[in-house]
């Protein structure tokens, strides 16, 4: 049973620095989503593709964050000039199309900006 | 906007107690609701769901009915063990992506 997996799993940057993440889904999934977790409390939605296509953003997302998923597989989350305020855990999901499918979450890439 | 509030933690209780998380919920329309539960060490994982008004979802000898009337999909279960050990996550979904709540810490002691 392959899930979600994303690597890495720790990350520890410099402020200033630019890092990126990697999520693989569930290859059937063709949603993919991003979220991000601080310390206490509950996950935080970013973003969400749709295949290859990026169809939503939240607010909390900002330009020094870009999101990819080229070719409907894969998606890396890239943070530029990290903050401290960034120190989080990021959590991807993958599910089938349709409302209210079920989201299967991968463990996480927790970072941490000195 | 949609959002969700669940009982502040932590919990503590004795293994076999009785165990109930509030959550309450604010949605335009009719989401559905979820809970997810984290152990320690792992990724979250859906407990149950419930995706119509009455509707009960059910799983590992929990349950939570999803209460239009109350806006509400409190969890419950008779019996706890050691293993429920976990943080739980009350959620809904606004198709695509889905709001938590904050997380109820739960620790059963033998």
């Known amino acids: 049973d392959t899930g979600v997996s994303q690597n890495p799993r720790h990350k520890i940057t410099k402020r200033g620095q630019n890092v990126t993440f990697r999520c693989d889904p569930i290859?059937?999934?063709?949603?993919l989503y991003w979220y991000r977790q601080t310390l206490g409390q509950g996950p935080e939605f970013l973003t969400y593709?749709?295949?290859?296509?990026?169809?939503?953003k939240s607010r909390l997302l900002s330009d020094r964050f870009s999101a990819e998923r080229p070719k409907g597989s894969f998606s890396t989350l890239e943070i530029q000039r990290t903050e401290q305020g960034d120190s989080a855990m990021y959590l991807c999901?993958?599910?089938?199309?349709?409302?209210?499918?079920?989201?299967?979450f991968g463990p996480g890439t927790r970072l941490t900006v000195t | 906007g949609d959002s969700v509030t669940q009982m502040e933690g932590p919990v503590t209780l004795s293994e076999e107690a009785f165990l109930t998380i509030n959550c309450t919920y604010t949605?335009?329309?009719?989401?559905?609701l979820f809970w997810y539960v984290q152990y320690p060490g792992e990724g979250l994982q859906l407990l149950l769901k419930?995706?119509?008004?009455?509707d009960k979802g059910s799983n590992k000898g929990f349950e939570a009915t999803y209460r239009k009337e109350t806006t509400s999909f409190h969890l419950e279960k008779g019996s706890v063990q050691v293993s429920d050990s976990a943080v739980y996550f009350c959620?809904?979904?606004?198709?695509?992506?889905?709001?938590f709540g904050t997380g109820t810490s739960l620790t059963v002691i033998p």
């Open positions: 999901a993958s599910s089938l199309e349709g409302g209210g499918s079920k989201q299967y």
């Open positions: 290859s059937e999934h063709n949603r």
């Open positions: 593709f749709q295949n290859e296509a990026q169809l939503e």
């Open positions: 949605a335009t329309g009719y989401p559905s």
């Open positions: 419930a995706t119509k008004a009455d």
């Open positions: 959620a809904l979904s606004a198709s695509p992506s889905i709001y």
